[in-house]
């Protein structure tokens, strides 16, 4: 049996480097949590409080005053009071920890003076509304399902169908079209004919069929379809329940100057992180080994924690000064203007590795005048001649922006083949496959040829 000596180098990761790149990669939510757990095991680690408690106290001072001082509170107040031991006043009331369409509903039956049943069978139909705001199942069901007759139903969805907002409790796009323009004074009864029995018609745009049908004249026509696309077939998209919604918080704020930008850190929302002077000094005075011991590894995780929380702020920032400067002429013009720029590029700037340009803008916000974008939405592939990627060129931001530019401008009467769009792309400068076109224009929502056109 021989025994074999050999020597090689093998590259391991500190406890240090590793939480380093953990924090680094964290977004601003999961850092805060991050924090506070430290927080709590770590007695050495301090949280430096953003307001004084003398001023947190006057800041809660002055809301109660603002509060006990609005009579429109006073008033909802002694309503509540008043219709506390009622049970039908359940169905009016609105937690304000969910803002749901559900509740926005009900809150509007309270004020109705309607049978009993008629509320309590309104409500139990408002519970049967899909996100749209829609009432997707047929009243004979919802009859059978509920053990309630289905006249007394119809009467219910007429009062829920006369609540806001308009269109709710609609079972068809047709009702929900028409619920929205009955409401309208004078009531427009060409929009009205159009609502309930052209719509296919109006959705492939022949005017001329319409006009012919109902006897207006084709600008009549145009008005009234014009007035329809305008109206919400979905009524219930604009309420969401809060524990759905999703509150982001920018890291970096982008300020806009006429020659040139400024870069902020969002540091607000954080806590400025610090050593306890208090475990310090007894750390320095204190002979026990034992406690000596204790508070000397306390120290080094508190430090190794205030360094790498302040080591991920900049290289974030560092990040997104590169961003900012490849990126300019998105920040400048907006939307359809990102150049092509990758990972590599960054790296390549900073002088780090790729993982670390990667984690420093996963889940991290800017904000800007244009809106509130993830940091990953600024890198985009550049576009070869067949829609391939390479290094440099045309970015797929850029394409889509000129592809919609060019269906907005066409002949309605004679829209645009993707291949005949591929073609006019191609002619300035951005070419692009037939596939890659047709790909562009469904993620963009555009319809087909066929979809596009307008018949007189």
């Known amino acids: 049996m021989e025994l074999d000596i050999t020597q090689k180098q093998t590259q391991t990761l500190s406890p240090q480097m590793m939480q380093s ?73 609105v937690d304000e920890r969910e803002e749901t369409l559900y509740y926005y509903v009900l809150s509007q039956l309270r004020v109705l003076e309607l049978p009993r049943e008629v509320l309590e069978t309104a409500a139990l139909l408002v519970e049967s509304l899909d996100g749209n705001g829609w009432l997707d199942e047929p009243l004979a069901a919802l009859a059978a399902e509920l053990g309630r007759p289905e006249p007394l139903l119809e009467r219910a969805l007429e009062v829920v169908q006369s609540l806001e907002p308009a269109g709710v409790g609609a079972r068809t796009l047709s009702e929900c079209l028409c619920l929205q323009l009955s409401r309208r004074r004078p009531t427009p009864q060409l929009d009205l004919a159009i609502a309930r029995d052209h719509l296919d018609a109006l959705s492939k745009g022949r005017y001329g069929l319409i006009a012919r049908e109902t006897g207006a004249s084709q600008e009549e026509v145009r008005a009234a379809c014009t007035r329809i696309r305008a109206l919400n077939p979905r009524p219930g998209t604009g309420f969401a329940a809060r524990e759905n919604l999703t509150y982001i918080s920018p890291d970096i704020i982008v300020v806009s100057f006429p020659d040139h930008f400024e870069l902020l850190t969002n540091d607000y929302f ?39 929380v302040e080591q991920r702020r900049s290289t974030l920032m560092a990040c997104a000064r590169c961003i900012l400067d490849l990126q300019e002429p998105f920040f400048r013009q907006g939307p359809g203007h990102l150049v092509p720029m990758s990972l590599a590029d960054v790296a390549r700037r900073l002088e780090v590795h790729e993982s670390t340009v990667s984690r420093a803008v996963k889940d991290k916000y800017i904000q800007c005048s244009q809106g509130v974008y993830p940091l990953s939405y600024f890198f985009s592939r550049g576009l070869g001649p067949a829609g391939e990627e390479r290094g440099e060129g045309t970015s797929p931001d ?35 496959s037939r596939r890659t076109v047709a790909k562009y224009r469904d993620e963009l929502r555009i319809p087909s040829t066929t979809g596009r056109k307008r018949y007189e």
């Open 21 to 93: 790149m953990e924090i680094l990669q964290m977004g601003s939510q999961e850092l805060l949590e991050y924090i506070e757990e430290a927080v709590q095991e770590n007695p050495v680690l301090e949280v430096e409080e953003q307001y004084g408690r003398d001023e947190t106290e006057q800041l809660q001072r002055k809301m109660e005053w603002l509060e006990s001082t609005d009579v429109q509170n006073r008033v909802y107040l002694q309503q509540d009071a008043e219709d506390a031991g009622d049970p039908v006043s359940r169905y009016g009331a």
């Open 270 to 308: 954080f806590p400025t992180l610090s050593i306890s002077g208090y475990y310090t000094r007894m750390l320095r005075e204190n002979s026990d080994a034992e406690v000596k011991e204790y508070l000397t590894g306390k120290v080094r995780q508190a430090k190794w924690m205030v360094r790498a």
């Open 398 to 432: 850029f394409a889509k922006s000129l592809l919609k530019r060019l269906i907005e401008e066409e002949d309605k009467r004679r829209p645009l083949s993707d291949q005949k769009l591929c073609e006019r792309m191609a002619e300035q400068g951005c070419t692009l």
